[in-house]
């Protein structure tokens, strides 16, 4: 059911901050920041040949990865995205062997305009699971 | 400098719950465990198109993942790895940038049989980089 990993997102407190270390110090292509209001992040895609790293900024106030800078000021790895063909029989699967989806269990348009749903990281180790529809 | 991402480690406080909830819940192709002892961990490997993500569970007495899951009992993803044609260049670029290499500098020989360092995730906002030589 897993495919490729789309992206590993990491949330970071000052996204400036961060896209530079990632290109300046590490020696990745990184993006221009992209505000995605509707998602509550402004991102920053950190390309690499196989997959790529999404550095996500909370932005405004129902921001759905403030919480967890919350916990952790200084930022951290907050998901792994896996492509799915196709979501809705990856979703009653999963929902089958009691794996819990967040929200109402009903895929929404993710960052990249296709369908998205996320598990909940008790039922996989502490790891937050977002899976999109390839 | 980066390229690929290796893999992605994921520390579980119980690996053959984790493994079976890849296969059988996630419906990923799982490895067998492997025990390396001289690393501490017990890991299992989940193959993915693109990449892979590594389920690390502790081993012995002073293994590197046993303080992360004091503090994260339930798991979590641990580290990024991602490959770099030369680890000595990418040390000494690294450190002239100012970014910390964790222990004495000197690149180990890794979980792969290949050189790897880690770099310290003070330096990169939360998250623990491990660089491996491709």
């Known amino acids: 059911m897993l495919g490729r990993v789309n992206h590993i997102a990491i ?3 000052d996204l400036k901050a961060a896209a530079a270390a990632y290109r300046d110090t590490l020696g ?3 993006s221009q920041p992209q505000a995605l209001p509707e998602h509550g992040v402004t991102v920053v895609f950190v390309e690499l040949p196989n997959t790529k790293v999404e550095l996500l900024e909370p932005l405004g106030e129902a921001s759905p990865v403030a919480a ?3 916990k952790n000021p200084s930022g951290g790895m907050h998901h792994i ?3 799915v063909d196709d ?3 990856a979703r009653d699967r999963l929902v089958e062997a009691g794996a819990r989806v967040l929200g109402d269990g009903q895929p929404k348009t993710g960052a990249h305009g ?3 749903l996320f598990l909940h990281p008790k ?3 502490g790891t937050l699971i977002e ?3 390839a």
Do not use: N, S, W
């Open 123 to 125: 039922d996989f180790f």
């Open 87 to 89: 979501i809705i029989l």
């Open 114 to 116: 296709k369908p998205v």
């Open 68 to 70: 967890f800078l919350d």
């Open 81 to 83: 995205c896996y492509e």
């Open 131 to 133: 899976l999109e529809q």
């Open 28 to 30: 990745a292509a990184v």
């Open 11 to 13: 949330a970071v407190p």
